[in-house]
């Protein structure tokens, strides 16, 4: 199994559109959450962090529900310069502590048209 | 601009040829990270440096080995490459500890012939 799973789209959506992507991670231990965003051919980028209590940056909301190990994110009035790929990351304390250890997961592919 | 440079942009190397790829990070760090993505795969973390010492080594081959000469520097040392590890290569830092945000230089494209 996959340590984070992200259905890997793509969604095409017209501007002005709403689009939820979800993710699952499998480990438990898993201590804090991400989304990132690439663009093709560049680095990824931070989006917004991901929180428990739910979280929103603007038009973007991500929400964490730990007893079943599942992320979210919502993209509101989608823009024609959201299309991307959102990669839904978790942060494993690394083995000897005091490091991040990035899981990524694949990504989720979007694409908004006119 | 980004505030960990890699260099080069773009490689092609044979499989018997030796080369590398260099890191700077000028945001104060004192974690560097490497990672390689293939083509439709996630992100792999490869090694993982903090305060200077590899403490995470993800049962990466030996013809790629590390090397951190100090806490602004990272290099990925190669060696007798294989087609398939032909990908980006995408360097991070971030300060040590747990919960910093990581920062992701502009990635290093790979091509072995």
């Known amino acids: 199994r996959k340590e984070v799973e992200q259905d890997p789209g793509p969604f095409n959506v017209p501007e002005g559109a709403t689009v939820a992507f979800n993710c699952t991670y499998s480990?438990?231990?898993?201590?804090?959450f991400f989304w990132y965003r690439q663009d093709c051919r560049k680095e990824p980028k931070l989006l917004m962090s991901?929180?428990?209590s739910g979280n929103e940056d603007g038009r973007f909301t991500a929400q964490l529900n730990r007893a079943s190990q599942y992320i979210s994110l919502l993209i509101r009035d989608s823009k024609l310069s959201d299309s991307a790929t959102y990669l839904c990351?978790?942060?494993?304390?690394?083995?000897?502590?005091?490091?991040?250890?990035?899981?990524f997961g694949a990504g989720t592919r979007l694409a908004v048209h006119p | 601009e980004t505030g960990v440079t890699q260099t080069p942009r773009h490689l092609v190397m044979g499989m018997t040829n030796k080369k590398s790829l260099k890191c700077e990070q000028h945001?104060?760090?004192?974690?560097m990270y490497w990672y390689k993505q293939s083509a439709k795969k996630p992100l792999e973390l490869m090694f993982v440096?903090?305060?200077?010492?590899?403490?995470e080594n993800n049962s990466v081959p030996s013809r790629f080995s590390p090397e951190c000469p100090n806490s602004s520097h990272l290099f990925l040392h190669l060696h007798t490459l294989q087609p398939e590890d032909s990908a980006l290569y995408l360097c991070?830092?971030?300060?040590?500890?747990?919960?910093?945000?990581?920062?992701f230089g502009e990635g290093s494209w790979l091509t072995v012939v």
């Open positions: 991070a830092s971030s300060e040590a500890g747990t919960g910093n945000t990581i920062y």
């Open positions: 480990n438990s231990a898993s201590q804090s």
């Open positions: 991901v929180y428990s």
């Open positions: 990351v978790v942060n494993m304390i690394g083995i000897s502590g005091g490091y991040n250890k990035l899981i």
């Open positions: 945001l104060g760090h004192n974690a």
């Open positions: 440096y903090s305060l200077e010492e590899r403490v």
